[in-house]
Nanobody, 115 residues
């Protein structure tokens, strides 16, 4: 059974930092591309950052220079370090694992940034 479990969300003031974690089980983690997505109330889910199985990374323009994605294959965990948080970063953050046509999602963790 595949499980992706996000953690690390919470309430933070603007300018603060959080580190999200996504622990994976039931998959050969090192083979999967991993991504962080977010969905704010009334908006569509959007890509935040991705890291390939080979370690290449990319991030969306709104978070470039502020958010960093990384992975630890030995622990089967993907991280999202979020710095200089803004109120517009408020959303539910989801982890996704992708390999070929297989996609698995976590249930999300809430991040709220107060002004």
């Amino acid at each position: 059974q595949v499980q992706l479990v996000e953690s690390g969300g919470g309430l933070v003031q603007a300018g603060g930092s959080l580190r999200l974690s996504c622990a994976a089980s039931g998959i050969t983690f090192s083979m999967y591309d991993m991504g962080w997505y977010r969905q704010a109330p009334g908006k569509e889910r959007e890509l935040v950052a991705v890291i390939t199985s080979g370690g290449s990374t990319n991030s969306a323009d709104p978070v470039k220079g502020r958010f960093t994605i990384s992975r630890d294959n030995a622990k089967a965990v993907v991280y999202l370090q979020m710095n200089s948080l803004k109120p517009e970063d408020t959303a539910v953050y989801y982890c996704k694992a992708n390999w070929r046509n297989l996609n698995f999602w976590g249930r999300g963790t809430q991040v709220t940034v107060s002004s």
